[in-house]
């Protein structure tokens, strides 16, 4: 079981992954730049506090930055886009379990 800081940790890195996807599809680099860095903080948290793997970390992140990236692009209707995001984002959940 995990502790309620590590959930509140994942959920800011889903977050910041979703406004760092949202901010490059924006062009908005200064702010993409902070929510990128916000979100690597996040999973160096997550590592640092040993309750999970890097593995499933890194798979966290990646399903939270390809999940911001689907939502972006179904949202800007480029749907080619949003379905390979959809698909990269499914594989790293697979990888969760």
Do not use: P
């Not at 889903?14 to 929510?35: C, G, I, L, P, R």
């Amino acid at each position: 079981m995990i502790s309620s800081s590590v959930c509140d940790e994942i959920a800011s890195m889903f977050w910041n992954a979703a406004q760092y996807a949202a901010a490059e599809h924006n062009q908005d680099s200064v702010k993409a730049w902070d929510e990128k860095m916000e979100m690597w903080e996040n999973y160096e948290n997550l590592i640092d506090s040993g309750e999970i793997s890097r593995d499933l970390a890194t798979n966290l992140k990646e399903m939270g930055w390809n999940g911001g990236l689907w939502a972006v692009n179904l949202e800007a209707g480029n749907e080619r886009e949003a379905h390979r995001a959809l698909d990269r984002s499914e594989k790293y959940y697979r990888n969760t379990y």
